[in-house]
């Protein structure tokens, strides 16, 4: 359901002192209607490194994600609407790597989207 202020809580969520006191990395992604993991995963190397990504190969790019996630607390924020769950298993998997306590909310207007399982 559209307008009921989920994008504004996970906001007001994502911008508390002590969510930036907690975790090493936030990253605020938005998925959106149309999937694209090269793109998504671009824009969460970007959130997290506050660096432009000119990584164009989603396996190199997957790779270093891994290797800048590995051991740190990190926070993302996602808004999807993709039910495909094996595409989503794709992008969530260097995320797989941080460090205990890292995660991800996923706010969505899709009650199937909702009910999947995405921990590990």
Request: aromatic content about 10%; charged content about 25%; overall charge neutral.
């Amino acid at each position: 359901m559209g307008g009921i202020g989920k994008t504004t809580l996970a906001q007001f969520v994502y911008n508390d002192v002590r969510v930036k006191q907690h975790f090493h990395l936030q990253a605020w992604v938005c998925v959106s209607k149309e999937f694209d993991a090269l793109r998504i995963s671009q824009h969460i190397y970007e959130s997290l490194t506050s660096k432009a990504c000119q990584i164009t190969n989603l396996d190199l790019l997957q790779s270093n994600l891994h290797d800048n996630l590995t051991g740190k607390r990190f926070f993302v924020l996602d808004d999807i609407w993709n039910k495909n769950y094996n595409q989503l298993e794709f992008l969530r998997r260097p995320l797989e790597f941080g460090a205990h306590g890292s995660k991800i909310l996923i706010t969505t207007r899709d009650e199937d989207v909702s009910r999947m399982n995405y921990d590990g």
